[in-house]
């Protein structure tokens, strides 16, 4: 028998068990009822044989020779990836490039995308990496990555052209709302390690601000320490913004530290195992500490559950734009020992029972980015303020080598006025946290656990 024919047999004996397997399954979970077992065999044998015919044409007819284990390569690809934006086939590269990726450093831009009505879009830049320190934004539509055009891109293969080694160039092209324009940015790669968690103490104020950049492995835990190196605050800033999620029982976990009782967010699939709520743990050490969540177009799955679970328990004031609607669960199933498949197998929703996917989460206060206004009735910036932001611009320009002082080192850890004064968004949740006090009824005297 000729070698590529018995490789087709293999292949469509290989699909056809794929599916047949798959109707079983689906059956022996309870998902798949079919009303007419042998009409749907039928369908199944019409389909493999669509499928293996045009596999045929193409082996005889395509202008390029193309063995049969790409052409089957291509067509799964194909399959997948019309399905939704976040399912792909993993091929070994891809899938070796995934393993790197989980292990969180790589040399890249530090750039988070999805694809958002049908264009390749920045959910967010990470703090502190080349696309941040570039000016990328969320909500830029990525045009171009080097000379490719992203029309038709997926997002694994946009993420692997901009990844590379350290220290290596790259230029980027996009579409931002608001400018006439495309624009070029050019950017060198680098090592991305991003901090998940810092907290700052916001200036005379009792409020504590707490920044969560991604979900990593590491988030409740370094949230927990925070707070509890801060014993006496009587408001909390919870900054999701530019977060584009990462895991889900990081999340969970983060959200059991606010909330005490109830779901905090459920999953729903087509098998029994991806049916699944997760429900408040009853401890919840912060339950009645006031907070306000930031978010904006840049929050996105992980940083969307817990912005909207505390959204439905009342738990907090949510302050911001839109959120990105990525509420989908996607698992990557082996299907060899070097290729895989990232399938979306369900989505999220939240405790009132609305769905994240395609619709994220509203504010309940609208806050639009930019600086604070000041009023025409005065001089807002004080005299002192003046002087010191005058002398820190001097100490730039005339001791570039000079060493961060004690003072520098102390002020890093303080959110302060001048922060505040460049950040509506951030001056309206301090606002909304001081009003929250001022009206409730019961005094929250510090943060302690209850």
């Known amino acids: 028998m000729n070698k590529k024919y ?13 599916l047949a397997f798959s109707n079983v399954f689906a059956i022996s979970q309870g998902t798949q009822k079919p009303q007419n077992p042998q009409a749907d065999r039928k369908q199944r044998a019409q389909a493999i044989e669509k ?10 007819y395509y202008v390029d020779e193309v063995g049969v284990e790409e052409i089957v390569d291509k067509a799964i690809d194909g399959l997948i990836s019309n399905l939704d934006a976040h399912s792909a086939y993993l091929d ?8 790197i990726q989980t292990k969180g450093e790589f040399g890249g831009l530090g750039i988070t995308v999805g694809l958002k009505d049908g264009a390749l879009t920045v959910i967010a830049p990470l703090d502190d990496t080349p696309a941040q320190r570039a000016g990328l934004k969320s909500g830029d539509v990525i045009l171009k990555i080097e000379n490719q055009s992203t029309i038709g891109m997926s997002i694994d293969d946009a993420v692997n052209l901009m990844r590379g080694k350290p220290k290596t160039p790259i230029t ?5 709302k608001g400018e006439g324009k ?14 998940s968690v810092y907290a700052k103490k916001i200036e005379d104020t ?11 492995e590491n988030v409740t835990q370094s949230a927990s320490a925070a707070l509890k190196e801060h014993t006496k605050i009587k408001g909390l800033v919870l900054d999701l913004r530019n977060n584009p999620g ?26 029994n195992e991806e049916n699944i709520s997760y429900k408040a743990t009853g401890k919840a050490p912060y339950s009645k500490l006031p907070i306000v969540a ?41 299907i060899s020992s070097n290729e895989a498949i990232k399938l979306t197998t369900a989505k999220y929703y939240l405790p009132s029972g609305r769905t994240i996917q395609a619709v994220g989460v509203k504010p309940d206060i609208i806050v639009h980015p930019g600086s604070v206004p000041q009023s025409d009735g005065g001089l807002e910036i004080k005299e002192a303020d003046l002087r010191n932001h005058l002398e820190n611009e001097l100490r730039k320009i005339d001791n570039k080598g000079e060493k961060p002082t004690e003072s520098k080192k102390e002020s890093q850890k303080l959110i302060s006025q001048s922060d505040i004064a460049d950040d509506i968004q951030l001056k309206s949740a301090i606002d909304a946290l001081t009003a929250w006090n001022i009206l409730s009824a019961e005094k929250t005297p510090s943060a302690k656990a209850n």
Do not use: C
Request: glycine share 8%; proline share 2%; net charge positive.
């Open 246 to 271: 990462g895991l889900l029982d990081q999340a969970v976990d983060l959200s059991n530290l606010f909330i005490k009782d109830g779901v905090i967010v459920s999953q729903k699939g087509k098998v």
């Open 51 to 60: 499928f293996s015919k045009t596999l045929s044409i193409i082996e005889s």
């Open 182 to 195: 495309p624009m070029e940015f050019k950017l060198v790669r680098d090592i991305i390690k991003v901090k």
């Open 92 to 99: 070994e590269k891809k899938y070796k490039e995934l393993k």
């Open 6 to 18: 018995f490789f087709l047999g293999v292949g469509i004996a290989f699909v056809w068990a794929l």
């Open 172 to 176: 980027i092209s996009i579409v931002r």
């Open 294 to 334: 930031l978010v904006n177009a840049g929050t996105a799955s992980a940083s969307e559950i817990v912005s909207g679970a505390l959204q439905d328990h009342r738990r907090a004031i949510v302050v911001g734009e839109e959120t990105f609607g990525k509420g989908s669960v996607q698992m990557v199933i082996p």
């Open 206 to 216: 009792d409020y504590l601000y707490l920044r969560v950049n991604s979900f990593d």
